[in-house]
């Protein structure tokens, strides 16, 4: 046994393990088993989103513009032109900068620039993780007599996790119009954001920056997954005779991850003063004032049916299966002691599964359809929102954070939540609607199939040539049929692919000892490789938010990479461990 102190968060890892084998006759075991337990803890900054042009997700509200209309200085939500191409082209859309309030002219001047970036979602984090593994391997062996020779090899593992993840993070930085209006501003990120205060470094970064009237998140998030591996392996060795022996294998691995449920519940600071983020002295120890008490749930907000806030909760669940079958046979005939024939056959089977289930945000996510949550259950039976909540606290102990960073927040204790309102019932109930589908994930649901059949032969040879020089090789020739059924989702309608191919792969590798010192080598071939299944699935992605626009859509037609290949060198070994070499290749890919 082992185990190891973490001091961060004051836990003990500890870790056990076992082996046993013997002997019974002509019967062999062997037998090990480990199992380990581990609680982890890590905070730190990040910015989940990196960084982006300072007009992407339509730019800030702009500086105060005089109306001749109206007396005084003013923001009249006037369309602006975008600086950076990436960001958009043309104007930004008019009338997104709810609050009527402007921007600091001369911060805006200094962001409003092509090639100044800023922070897109700044905050702290923190995730804990309380892990259990164990691992089991078996290996048995049976030798009736000198001519058969039967084994088993298997292993077994499970891991498994419980994580919570917490985070404060500027949510309005990473954020567009999203949907708000005049008449719900909520949630309006960026356009409806000031500038009061900026410094850009000579890279054009943003490392200090404050900022009027921002929306925070305070989230906790809340997953168990389970994932069981598998492997076992049946070999047969039989020598039928003097010169022909048989071998046979089949065997099968496979993985299982599941993951019951993942639940994120997050409250939000909407329309808060006087935040600050500065990394002008440590880049990745910034000190971030979020101008509030991050501290006091009275300044968060969970539901407001006033103002048609819906709770933020989102709810998943996942499994992905992964399960291979391999089957082959092979014989090996000994001509003489310079030649020798070997032939077989294979067979494999992959499966791939993955399934995914989610909340649609119809549901109550951050939407004003006030029918999704029963809000008057809710106040009635929570009056006070302390109760279904917790702290982080001790956050960046050790770290060397800045005097005056946040070193404790609030944040939805998950557990509490789903005890009471009952979050994984997949129902309808008194609080609002939790039911989960596939409607809102149908990209991660997808499945491939594909079956592999080969033959193959080969001669191997070992001559001796010009004065008893070395001349050993062999050629091959293989034969692979490969049939694949990719199935996902194109739009909302599933599709079920076939395609299928075949390949005939000839190789020869050969090589001659010139001196006893000095071997030329030489080897041709043709090869091939089968597309990632993640390449298969007939569905996809479209991401159109910033920057580069992407799209990520699979083509269950795709063909295998093809190859000929060819190698040769030319090897010197003046002494023992001592080498050199010069080798030429060429390969045809297509």
């Known amino acids: 046994g082992q185990g190891a102190y973490y001091d961060n968060n004051k836990t003990f890892a500890p870790r056990v393990a076992g082996l046993i084998s013997d002997t019974f006759g002509d019967f062999g075991a062997l037998v090990s088993v480990a199992y380990s337990t581990r609680k982890a803890q890590e905070d730190g900054y990040s910015d989940t989103s990196q960084s982006d042009y300072s007009d992407a997700l339509n730019g800030f509200c702009g500086r105060a513009t005089d109306d001749p209309n109206q007396p005084g200085s003013q923001v009249v939500n006037t369309p602006i032109p975008y600086v950076n191409p990436l960001s958009g082209t043309g104007n930004r859309p008019a009338n997104q900068c709810f609050s009527g309030l402007p921007s600091n002219d001369a911060a805006y001047s200094k962001v409003n620039q092509p090639n100044v970036f800023l922070p897109r ?9 309380d892990q259990k593994r164990l691992g089991i391997t078996v290996a048995l062996q049976y ?20 994580r919570k993840d917490f985070a404060l993070s500027l949510a309005s930085n990473n954020r567009n119009v999203n949907g708000a209006t005049a008449a719900f501003p909520l949630f309006a990120g960026r356009v409806d954001t000031q500038l009061l205060d900026v410094n850009v470094d000579p890279t054009g970064q943003v490392d200090y920056m404050k900022l009027n009237n921002v929306d925070i998140k305070q989230i906790q998030e ?33 993985s299982d991850f599941n993951q019951p449920f993942d639940v ?14 500065d990394a002008r002295n440590d880049s990745r120890r910034p000190l971030i004032n979020y101008g509030y008490d991050v501290d006091n749930v009275a300044n968060v907000t969970f539901t ?70 029963g809000f008057a259950q809710f106040a009635a039976d929570f009056p006070n929102l302390a109760a279904l909540s917790t702290s982080v606290t001790g956050f960046g102990e050790g770290l060397g954070l800045p005097a005056g960073s946040v070193n404790s927040w609030v944040v939805p ?36 199939r594909e079956e592999d059949k080969a033959l193959y032969g080969q001669v191997n040879f070992d001559f001796d040539v010009l004065g008893g020089r070395s001349l050993r090789g062999n050629l091959g020739l293989r034969y692979v ?56 699935n007939p569905g996809g992605s479209i991401n159109t938010t910033f920057g ?15 190859a000929k290949n060819y190698d040769l060198s030319l090897e010197y070994y003046p002494q023992k461990g001592a080498f050199y070499g010069i080798a030429l290749f060429y390969k045809d890919v297509g």
């Open 548 to 562: 580069a626009q992407v799209a990520t859509i699979g083509n269950p037609l795709l063909k295998p990479y093809r």
């Open 304 to 373: 407001n049916a006033g103002t048609g806030l819906t709770p933020d909760i989102r709810l998943v669940n996942a499994r992905v299966k992964n399960n291979l079958f391999t089957a082959a046979g092979n014989f090996t005939y000994r001509a003489s002691d310079a030649l020798s024939f070997k032939a077989g056959a294979q067979y494999k089977r992959f499966n791939f599964n993955a399934r995914q289930n989610q909340r649609p945000a119809a549901s109550g996510n951050n939407t004003a359809d006030l029918t999704k949550f």
């Open 481 to 536: 049929r490969t049939d694949v059924v990719s199935a996902g989702f194109t739009g909302n309608t599933r599709v079920s692919v076939p395609n299928g191919y075949d390949d005939f792969l000839p190789s020869a590798n050969v090589s001659l000892e010139v001196t006893d010192r000095l071997i030329l080598r030489a080897a041709a071939a043709k090869v091939m490789a089968r597309p990632g299944l993640g390449n298969l």
């Open 264 to 277: 994120f519940i997050s409250y939000d600071g909407f329309n808060k003063n006087g935040y600050s983020f």
């Open 222 to 254: 809340v997953s168990k997954t389970r994932t069981k591996t598998y492997e076992f392996g049946l070999t047969l060795k039989e020598a039928l005779s003097d010169d022909l022996t048989f071998d046979a294998k089949i065997g099968a691995a496979g």
């Open 413 to 448: 204790d998950v557990n509490a939540f789903i005890s009471k309102l009952d979050l994984l019932c997949n129902c309808v109930n008194k609080y609002g609607d939790f039911t989960v589908n596939s409607s809102a994930a149908l990209a991660q649901n997808r499945d491939v």
């Open 121 to 129: 979602n700044p905050g702290l984090g923190r995730f804990t993780l």
């Open 143 to 162: 030798k009736p007599s000198e001519k058969t020779q039967i084994t088993l090899d298997g292993v077994y593992s499970q891991f498994d996790q419980n």
